[in-house]
């Protein structure tokens, strides 16, 4: 069976840290670029970070700096790393397996 499975996320003050995973079945992840999108209340989804197989790594301007995007070829897991969080990170997060795979979205709360 074909899956995402996306955990962490959840509620965190500006300025913490959250980290989201994604385990992936091995067709979908072995040499196959990951990524993970957002999507804000009212906006498209978007493109957060993504990691090509090689471990060669893409960022969104927005969190250039602050994220880090790694995977785990073994586990074939992909990790994003939130750092300084803002209250504009808040969105619901989406892992993404190239072959065309999304996960089912984690929500992503950064509030005072």
């Known amino acids: 069976q074909v899956q995402l499975v996306e955990s962490g996320g959840g509620l965190v003050q500006p300025g913490g840290s959250l980290r989201l995973s994604c385990a992936a079945s091995?067709?979908?992840?072995?040499?196959?670029?990951m990524g993970w999108y957002r999507q804000a209340p009212g906006k498209q989804r978007e493109l957060v970070a993504d990691?090509?197989?090689?471990?060669?790594?893409n960022y969104a301007d927005s969190v250039k700096g602050r994220f880090t995007i790694s995977r785990d070829n073994a586990k074939n897991t992909v990790y994003l790393q939130m750092n300084s969080l803002k209250s504009e990170d808040t969105a619901v997060y989406y892992c993404?397996?190239?072959?065309?795979?999304w996960g089912q979205g984690k929500q992503v709360t950064v509030s005072s």
């Open positions: 993404y397996s190239n072959r065309g795979f």
């Open positions: 091995e067709s979908i992840f072995s040499n196959v670029l």
């Open positions: 990691i090509t197989a090689g471990d060669s790594t």
